[in-house]
């Protein structure tokens, strides 16, 4: 097969949840553990730093393996959903996957994707870690796709396992409270296996301490001790902001460069700094340059792309995949400082997310322009109209998400600004990205 026909056997033989939803979702490790043993345990031949949570677990993942790099280590990183080529998942010191790896692995293992009736995502997870394997990496982040306990990744022994935010998302699969969330984020924390919460939220760190002393783990909540503190805000059309690290009290280190620019990255920065400073006292040489280097290159390491991206001046057009209410307030609240005359909102959801809280968050004096991105998940422009106008949103739905994009550009004027999100998805196929 060619590399596109590949791709079109596994979208089309394996539903990706991502695309079609709950239909695509099989959770369970044993089709996963029956593809990594046929694979010869990839998984056992390479230290890993495993992922999870709510919002942050993509940045995370990708600032971890950025300072990483930054140290000269050979770093796998597997993250999804991809954004623009599947081979996005899985990286190598930033570098996608070959196609030519992938058509030949499909080609090998073809016959036990059918034998073990694995769903998509249980045969990228087994790619990623063969791949990580054959290459020989030091070190692979590798971030949890849904949830933790029941996740295909889950079949790790990792380092370290970090957990990022905990918001509700995924409620018809991981549970309808933060707690029972949380619990299903929490299975990824391992006997013995130092555990790292970013973000202490009351509702769950019972969650979290109780799963620890079941499993022996140290248990480090990172806020308590880490701090990212702005130290100017950022102009509108700038790609980084400039912080202040803090560590029980006293300065870490001044004036760092973090090459993300949205608010929630601060967020995300005590699990990152917690992290990097248990892989440093597990034997990895990873110096105050080298972590420099990582936060302020991570975008051109890592190939990250999509987080509070700016993809035009005059109008100044921003893109972010923020895609429930947790990340969706965040991004109204750093739409609301920005200097402008009008906001133009590029708007497109998926069916299974809780639709009316994200728009009851939403700006009423922005202009609107609804969309639906091309997967089968995605919520039709009209009826996301409907639902919006019913709450005194003002806009036209326009299908897909460039004649969206189009119209709000077209609209624009120099002093103002287009935001472009609701979706991973919708994010994915904006062509200026």
């Excluded at 957990?163 to 699969?173: G, Y």
């Excluded at 560590?247 to 990152?272: C, K, M, S, T, W």
């Amino acid at each position: 097969m060619t590399y596109q026909q590949t791709l079109d056997f596994l979208y089309a033989q394996l539903p990706m949840f991502q695309r079609v939803g709950a239909a695509g979702y099989k959770p369970g490790l044993q089709r996963t553990e029956a593809l990594a043993a046929a694979t010869g345990h990839p998984e056992r031949q390479f230290r890993s730093v495993h992922v999870a949570g709510t919002n942050g677990k993509g940045s995370s993942s990708h600032l971890v393996a950025a300072v990483l790099q930054a140290a000269g280590y050979r770093v796998g990183l597997y993250t999804s959903p991809h954004l623009k080529e599947f081979t996005e998942r899985i990286r190598l010191n930033g570098q996608p996957l070959e196609p030519a790896f992938l058509v030949e692995w499909v080609a090998q293992w073809r016959g036990l994707f059918a034998e073990v009736e694995a769903s998509f995502f249980e045969m990228c997870v087994a790619l990623a870690f063969d791949y990580f394997a054959q290459q020989q990496v030091d070190v692979a982040v590798v971030e949890v796709g849904l949830g933790g306990r029941l996740d295909s990744t889950n079949i790790l022994q990792p380092l370290v396992s970090l957990i990022t935010n905990i918001s509700l998302d995924h409620q018809a699969l991981l549970g309808e409270t933060l707690p029972l969330i949380a619990a299903e984020k929490a299975g990824i924390i391992k006997p013995g296996t130092p555990a790292i919460i970013s973000q202490t939220q009351p509702e769950v760190t019972a969650v979290f301490t109780q799963k620890a002393r079941q499993e022996g783990a140290p248990l480090l909540f990172a806020d308590e001790h880490y701090r990212a503190e702005l130290l100017r805000e950022p102009a509108p059309d700038e790609a980084s902001q400039l912080l202040r690290l803090w560590h029980d009290g006293a300065v870490l280190l001044d004036e760092v460069e973090l090459g993300l620019v949205g608010d929630y990255q601060r967020l995300n920065l005590p699990g990152v700094l917690a992290t990097v400073a248990e892989l440093r006292r597990q034997g990895f040489v990873l110096t105050e340059a080298h972590l420099r280097a990582g936060l302020r290159e991570v975008t051109r390491l890592t190939g990250l792309r999509g987080r509070w991206s700016i993809l035009g001046r005059r109008p100044l057009m921003i893109c972010d995949t923020g895609h429930n209410e947790a990340g969706i307030r965040f991004i109204v609240d750093q739409l609301a400082r920005l200097p402008k005359q009008q906001l133009h909102f590029v708007l497109g959801v998926v069916q299974d997310k809780d639709v009316s809280k994200m728009l009851a968050l939403l700006p009423q004096d922005a202009t609107y322009y609804f969309c639906q991105a091309t997967i089968p998940r995605a919520l039709p422009a009209a009826e996301l109209a409907r639902q919006a106008t019913a709450l005194g949103l003002r806009g036209q739905p326009y299908g897909p998400v460039p004649a969206a994009v189009a119209a709000a550009r077209a609209a624009a004027g120099p002093e103002d600004v287009v935001f472009i999100g609701g979706s991973t998805f919708v994010v994915a196929e904006i062509e200026e990205l």
